[in-house]
C-alpha cells in the first residue's frame, strides 16, 4: 500500500516540472490555469479545430516493464503525439494517466523528464493528470490545434500512395529491445531509437497539407493502416513492393524477412498519405523524405507486386487482440 501523501509526492514530479499557466491567463499554448485546480482552463486558438485523442500503452503489452523509464516516457508521448501530426494538428496540450505498482523515485524522477523534455521538444504543455496505484500503465491524451485536418475518408481510386521515410526498423528492434537477440553495440543503440524515439511526422504533413486527399500514422504495419484509408474511403490499393523503402535496420537485422517486416510491422510511426495524381509533380517538387509506393483502386482488398508477380504476406499487422 501507499503510505499517506504517496500520491501527492508523485504529482509532485510533474507539477514542478510543468508549472504553466498563469493568473493573468496570458501563458504558453492559452493555457489559462495549468496542473492543479479541479480541470485545466484552456484557450483554444481562434478559428481552429481541435483534434484530440487518447491512447493507452500497457506494461509488457506496449512497451517492456523494464526498459529505461525516460525512454518509456518519451515514447509514450512520442506516439500519441503521432496522432496529431498525421491529422496536421499542432500540438498543444496532454493529460497524463499513470498507474503505477509502486511510488519509486529511481522510476517517477527519469519518467518525468523523459515526459518533461519531449513536451518541450515539440512544445506541448501538460495541463493534468492523474496517479492511480496498479499495474504499470501510461494514458496520455492530446490536443492540438488543425486549421487544415488530413483525414482517412478523403481518398479516391488512382490516388498515389506515399509513406514518409523508410519502414520496418522498429518492428526489426523489437527482438533486440526486449533482450531476445544479442546484436553489435551500434545496432543495439539504433535498435532502441528506431523503437523508443520514434519522430511523428509534423513536417511532412503540413507541407502536403495543400495536395494529400487522406492520411493516418502507421502504428500498427503499413497494410493494415493503409487498410484503414482503403475501409474509410471504399477503395482498394495496388501496392509494388520494388519501390518500399524499407529500413536499413530491417535489412540487417531480419535479413530474409525485411520486406514483410516493413509491409506488416508495427510502432513506425510514419505516415502514409495519398495524392490525387494531378499534384505529384508538385508533391515530388517539395522534395521530402518520402517515396510512392502504389495507388488506390476500386477493387476492394491490398494487392501486392514483387518482381514483377503478385505476392501474398503472411500476416496483416499488429491485431490489438
Ligand atoms: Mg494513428
Known sequence: MPGPGEFELIREYFTSRFQTGSRSGTADNGVELGIGDDCALLLPPAGKRLATSVDTLVADVHFPAGGDPYR???????????????????????????????????????????????????????????????????????????????????????????????????????????GEVTVSPRQQQQAETAYYAPEPQFAVARAVEGYASAALDISDGLLADLGHICDASQLGAELNLDQLPVAVLAHSLQADAAVETALTGGDDYQLCFTVPARHRDAVQALQLPITPIGHLSEEPGIRCQWHGKPWQPRGTGYQHF
Open 72 to 178: 518509456i516516457a518519451s515514447r509514450a508521448l512520442r506516439v500519441n503525439l503521432s496522432d496529431l501530426a498525421a491529422m496536421n494538428a499542432e500540438p498543444l496540450w496532454f493529460t497524463l494517466a499513470l498507474t503505477l505498482p509502486h511510488s519509486d523515485p529511481a522510476w517517477l524522477e527519469p519518467f518525468a523528464r523523459g515526459l518533461a523534455e519531449t513536451a518541450h521538444e515539440f512544445g506541448i504543455t501538460l495541463v493534468g493528470g492523474d496517479t492511480t496505484k496498479g499495474p504499470l500503465s501510461i494514458t496520455i491524451q492530446v490536443t492540438g490545434a488543425c486549421a487544415r485536418p488530413l483525414r482517412r475518408d478523403g481518398a479516391s481510386a488512382g490516388d498515389i500512395i506515399y509513406v514518409s521515410n523508410q519502414l520496418g526498423a522498429a518492428a526489426a528492434a523489437l527482438p533486440v529491445v526486449l
